[in-house]
């Protein structure tokens, strides 16, 4: 099997459930090396994000030429992006290195706890310069309602804002519509087409990082050579099952099992 390399670049978590944490569980869940540059320091748990502080844009622009001068990427996930200064950063060094790559955007502007961890002119420089880097963006609902100037609550509102931003970004967008009170159901808007992708309601309150994961479950099928229909159903399949596997730890809402595909849940 071909070893893919996939980077990662993104906010730390320290409890491990999501952020760059999340990222290299899941790239090591598919077999995949793992590689990251890190945007900002949180301190968070199950409970919420209690504070986060941004790495300087030098020592991220040096994370990324370290990575870049010595080991490239095969694909490329974007996380957590601190600042103006970082999305600069990011931009220069995906137009010099990464033309070329699959780049999984996942606009993370929220946490679900109601943390405000990007300001509103570091996702307007993201809309200005860093979008149209991207193959695909990944909003939740809520987020893809922030970029898309009013609120996304049902299926058909997720279909027209699915449209409305491909077509204003030039860029595929995959809005997730895990916050649907009916259904999980994601919808996809590219070049190929507009795509709706069942989801199934699991029974698991512990859904935290579920974001992370998907997007770079999504980097390592892009980085496979996927249609990114057949890559978002693959790592769809992939986040289902690392949260019907039941993992529960923290008094709040807690992570996924990033490993249950390299497990066996029954063994003693």
């Known amino acids: 099997m071909e070893i893919k390399k996939i980077l990662s670049i993104a906010g ?27 945007t900002a320091i949180t301190a968070q748990n199950t409970m ?7 790495i300087s844009e030098e020592m991220l622009k040096s994370q990324l030429l370290s990575i870049c001068q010595d080991i490239m990427p095969d694909a490329v996930k974007i996380g957590m992006v601190a600042s103006p200064g970082q999305v600069e950063v990011i931009s220069e060094i995906a137009e010099k290195y990464f033309k070329d790559l699959p780049i999984v ?18 996702l307007e ?23 898309y100037g009013k609120k996304i609550e049902s299926l058909e509102e997720m279909k027209e804002a699915a449209e409305f931003l491909y077509n204003k970004y030039k860029v595929a967008f995959l809005i997730k519509g895990g916050h649907l009170k009916d259904s999980k159901d994601d919808v996809l808007c590219g070049r190929e087409g507009l795509f709706v992708i069942e989801g199934k309601n699991i029974d698991n309150k512990n859904t935290h990082g579920t974001g992370c994961t998907l997007s770079s479950a999504l980097a390592c099928e892009l980085a496979k050579g996927k249609s990114l229909y057949d890559a978002l159903v693959a790592a769809k399949k992939y986040l289902s099952g690392a949260i019907a596997y039941g ?20 063994e003693n």
């Open 105 to 122: 955007l996942d606009p993370v502007i929220t946490s679900t706890s109601g943390f405000t961890l990007v300001p509103d002119e570091t």
């Open 247 to 266: 993992f529960d730890i923290g008094r709040g809402r807690g992570p996924l099992y990033h490993m249950y595909n390299l497990s066996d849940k029954n």
């Open 125 to 147: 420089k993201m809309k200005e310069i860093l979008f149209k880097k991207a193959t695909l963006i990944t909003p939740n609902l809520i987020e893809a309602g922030i970029i």
């Open 12 to 38: 730390s978590d320290s409890s491990g459930g999501a952020g760059i944490q999340a990222d290299l569980k899941t790239i090591t869940s598919y077999k995949f090396y793992g590689m990251t540059a890190i």
């Open 48 to 54: 919420g994000v209690q504070a986060s502080s941004p």
